[in-house]
């Protein structure tokens, strides 16, 4: 019996249909090409290839600096044991003593308080000596409400101001026409202490001054001013 397209065979088994002819692949259109696209992504490859070039030079530069590696009291004398080198990428902004100049700075004097792992500055360090001959240190209490928003460095000039205590004898006299005053250099000034915020600074004056101010600070009618920057 002949047999036919999607019938069964003898064996109950389904035929399969006769194919007509060899089955063609889908056509795919191609893609048009943008040159503006093109043209955008070329110029991005190039950017980001002249950024990576820029970092590469700018990490690739880098400064032989001087560290401080131990602890430096101000006053203290530099010692080739207290610094250090390091090198890395330095901003132009930052001021930092070059490694060449490490020789210049050892037998100085530290002008301020140095930590270490700190870049040193040329203004962190003086050939004057912080207490002169012929100077005494005297040690003043500044509460919070007396400390300039400026904040206190070494080297500032201050003058000393007598002001009577309240209730004092010199309290109910007529104001003077300029109260008395002492002429002082900042040696030190100490961190915030917890709780009441008192800053204790060194102040440098004359030997023949230190006792009064002494004596001021006891009583608690001295306060402390910051003097007038000198001109070039």
């Known amino acids: 019996m002949p047999q036919y397209p999607g019938t069964a065979g003898a064996n109950g088994i389904p035929q399969q249909h006769a194919v007509g002819g060899p089955v063609a692949p889908p056509r795919v259109s191609a893609r048009r090409r943008r040159p503006g696209v093109i043209a955008l992504s070329l110029a991005l490859i190039a950017a980001g290839g002249t950024g990576v070039a820029v970092l590469v030079l ?53 002008a301020v308080e140095l930590k270490p792992g700190s870049l040193l500055a040329p203004t962190q360090v003086t050939k004057d000596l912080l207490v002169k001959p012929g100077e005494q240190v005297v040690p003043v209490g500044l509460e919070p409400k007396q400390i300039p928003a400026t904040g206190l460095a070494a080297g500032q000039r201050v003058q000393l101001v007598h002001v009577p205590a309240p209730g004092s004898a010199d309290a109910g006299k007529a104001p003077e026409a300029s109260p008395k005053t002492l002429v002082g250099r900042i040696v030190k000034a100490s961190g915030a202490a917890p709780g009441t915020g008192i800053v204790v600074v060194d102040v440098a004056t004359a030997a023949t001054d230190g006792p009064t101010a002494a004596a001021w600070e006891a009583a608690g009618t001295l306060r402390l001013v910051l003097a007038a920057l000198e001109g070039p």
């Open 58 to 110: 700018q990490v690739g530069h880098r400064t032989q600096v001087v560290t401080v590696v131990r602890d430096v009291q101000v006053g203290q004398v530099l010692s080739q044991h207290d610094l250090g080198r390091a090198s890395l990428a330095l901003d132009p902004a930052v001021k930092a003593v070059r490694a060449d100049n490490l020789a210049s700075v050892v037998g100085q004097r530290a």
